[in-house]
């Protein structure tokens, strides 16, 4: 729920920022044909519906990079924690209450709508037929369409004859052009959004374009006489009006008369390129609010941990820069450190590293495009880990290892935060066998754990890379456990830095040992399924000298 409520917020803050945009170009064209005014509501209603966008140059979108919600709103369960009274708890408990305060806010307008509706059918129960389609009653004062399925005009007793016709082309354009649906969907998305004051004003002004635009489709064929007649049915239908309704139907004359008349008066068919200058509109707005502009810099995050010497740590990340430099902040830190790349492609060439302190910048210099390693050598004598937070401009990010671009919204330093664990729970990539339920988190005390309770069956041979990117991500996650949600069975179990399954059957395999000139410069182990790896790439791993007189062959076979 926490995710969905966070996308809810971000879409209603971007369409407020297109409402805004087209009350200004209303404004501006208010002299020109009002039908391009409804593609303009339709970049409204795209906004307040779907988060996606795209990047584009010149983007006017709040956005820094585009909304991927899919993962997660397709999975949103409910999860528990197992933790003590964490300050987490009160952040979970502050959700709750939001979410149940949106929820109970969509279901009261909803029940409003249908306590009107069902008003207004109990008052039109003794209406009559006048002709196909058209319904007299003596219980409303105003002409209006009403149904979806099937609409039927409703007219008021009483309704001179002279008006009845124009009100009839009225109403009856409002079906064809399916207004009473388009009304309905707009009333549901402001309910859905009823939070924002903005969308409220939107949804009145386009509740008044749509009686604008079906006043214009009526009389572009209408002769002068014709127009000022429907003008005067329309204002003696407005002596009765009583109101603009939120989600009943409007009347013939309820809403804008004033206006909708300076419009009829003045129509003119617009001509080719007054149509061209409007579609080129539409569609530079919509360019410029649904999409968001490129990002070239990213904060990068690299935790050291508590009593480490002073070695390498990289951040999952990749970058490419986008010039011969590279600039870099330190915006959180401790102590000397120094930054580090290396050449994707070419880990054991030349490693570029420059010298570096807290809350200062630095311009390193690099190959444009090539992508690198991000980290930094430091060392942490302090009994806590130590976050370093570097802003690096103007790069290209790519994730590496299997953590996916939508899973660094959940970096975090602490398991503890029960909202971000359980949003990246429920987007892993458990594969097809397997499926979200919930989690656990053990928070009281070392060994950090959570433990992600899944639904199917399978081998769990795949989990491995799952619990990698969730140690990727969480900095202070010692330990993680995947279980059939049914019988609380442990699938398999990992632990931070030694990554196989725990399972009930003893691990085994085939050991090797490949010696450098004077030490140890890999170990590796080779599973059924799976292996590990341990490397001395850079001498810091394995220092000492095993044997003085290492063995003629590279590498060493051990069964055990």
């Avoid at 803050?13 to 044909?33: E, H, K, P, Y």
């Avoid at 009526?218 to 002769?223: A, G, K, L, S």
């Avoid at 060439?349 to 420059?354: A, P, S």
């Avoid at 085939?510 to 182990?525: K, R």
Wanted: glycine share 6%; with cysteine.
């Amino acid at each position: 729920m926490t995710v969905l409520l966070r996308t809810l917020a971000d879409m209603s803050v971007q369409a407020s920022w297109i409402i805004a945009a087209t009350v200004v170009l209303r404004f501006v064209f208010r002299n020109r044909s009002k039908k391009f005014r409804l593609a303009l509501w339709a970049v409204v209603a795209f906004r307040l519906t779907c988060p996606l966008s795209f990047e584009a140059p010149y983007s006017l979108g709040l956005q820094q990079q585009a909304v991927t919600g899919a993962a997660g709103l397709s999975q949103l369960k409910e999860y528990t924690v197992t933790t003590g009274s964490s300050p987490q708890s009160a952040g979970i408990s502050v959700m709750y209450v939001v979410s149940a305060i949106w929820l109970a806010g969509v279901i009261t307008f909803g029940i409003y709508a249908l306590i009107q509706y069902i008003r207004m059918k109990q008052r039109l129960c003794t209406a009559v037929i006048l002709q196909d389609g058209i319904m007299v009653s003596d219980q409303i004062r105003t002409p209006f369409v009403m149904g979806l399925i099937h609409p039927y005009i409703y007219l008021p007793c009483g309704l001179d004859e002279n008006d009845r016709q124009y009100v009839i082309d009225h109403e009856r354009m409002h079906i064809r052009y399916l207004d009473p649906a388009v009304r309905l969907l707009g009333w549901f998305l402001t309910c859905i959004h009823w939070f924002n004051p903005v969308v409220w004003i939107g949804y009145r002004l386009f509740v008044q374009d749509i009686e604008l635009v079906c006043d214009e489709r009526v009389i572009e064929h209408y002769t002068s006489d014709q127009r000022a007649d429907y003008s005067m049915a329309m204002v003696h239908s407005s002596i009765f009006a009583t109101g603009m309704h939120l989600i009943c139907p409007l009347g013939f004359g309820e809403t804008g008369v004033k206006e909708r008349i300076h419009s009829i008066m003045n129509y003119r068919k617009p001509s080719f390129w007054v149509t061209v200058v409007c579609i080129a509109v539409c569609v530079v707005t919509a360019a410029c609010f649904l999409s968001h502009p490129r990002r070239t810099s990213f904060s990068m995050k690299i935790t050291v941990p508590a009593g480490s010497e002073l070695e390498y740590y990289y951040a999952s990340s990749q970058i490419a820069p986008e010039n011969s430099s590279l600039k870099v902040v330190c915006e959180q830190g401790q102590g000397e450190f120094s930054v580090v790349l290396r050449e994707c492609e070419n880990r054991d060439g030349e490693w570029i590293e420059t010298y570096m302190e807290p809350g200062i910048s630095g311009t390193v210099p690099v190959k444009k495009g090539v992508w690198y390693d991000f980290g930094i050598r430091a060392m942490n004598t302090t009994e806590e880990d130590v976050v370093y937070t570097l802003l690096v401009k103007p790069v290209e990010l790519r994730i590496e290892d299997g953590v996916y671009g939508e899973l660094e919204q959940y970096r975090s330093s602490y398991v503890g935060d029960a909202s971000n664990s359980a949003g990246l729970a429920m987007a892993l990539p458990y594969g097809e066998n397997f499926r979200y339920d919930h989690i656990e988190l053990q928070t009281d005390a070392m060994p950090y754990g959570m433990t992600v309770f899944l639904k199917g069956t399978g081998k769990g041979t795949g989990l491995q890379n799952c619990a990698q990117t969730a140690f990727d991500l969480i900095s202070n996650l010692d330990e993680i456990s995947f279980c059939k949600a049914d019988d609380r069975e442990v699938i398999a179990s990992y632990v931070r830095n030694r990554l196989w399954a725990e399972k009930k059957e003893s691990i085994t395999g085939t050991w090797v040992l490949t010696f450098g000139n004077d030490d140890i410069s890999e170990i590796s182990m080779q599973m059924e399924n799976e292996s590990l790896h341990m490397n001395n790439a850079d001498g810091s791993l394995f220092n000492q000298n095993i044997a003085k007189n290492p063995p003629p062959l590279s590498t060493t076979k051990v069964t055990g």
